[in-house]
């Protein structure tokens, strides 16, 4: 089970992190990940993270967003700064727990999905 935070309102330049609480240890191999769906649009990838640390980052956010994790605390984050009005949309946290291509546009790997949360940021 996955359990996301940290979403809310903002105002455009300002800063949101987002945490995923997973409800159990993940041995081996794993990806996990954001992903994002503004309304009329197709879910997105934001960052994934494999289990070692590697990282990879849209282009839309490189610069502004960092995901890390946590293992000791099972925990995700995602650290959103200088937010756009375009980033608007509800974030979910994913898990793939084979840890097969770990890549932005692998939304159908994922097989482990939390409830989302919205992030709404304003001129």
């Known amino acids: 089970r996955l359990v996301e935070s940290g979403g809310g309102s903002v105002q455009a330049g300002g800063s949101l992190r987002l945490s995923c609480v997973a409800s159990a240890y993940i041995a081996g191999r794993h990806c996990m990940g954001w992903f994002r769906q503004a309304p009329g649009k197709e879910r997105e990838g934001v960052a994934v993270?494999?289990?070692?640390?590697?990282?990879s980052v849209a282009d839309s956010v490189k610069g502004r967003f960092t995901v890390s994790r946590d293992n000791a605390k099972n925990t995700l984050y995602l650290q959103m700064n200088s937010l756009k009005p375009e980033d608007t949309a509800m974030y979910y946290c994913a898990l793939d727990p084979w840890g097969r291509r770990c890549a932005l546009d692998g939304v159908n790997d994922f097989g482990y999905w939390g409830q989302g949360t919205q992030v709404t940021v304003s001129l």
């Open positions: 993270i494999i289990n070692d640390g590697t990282t």
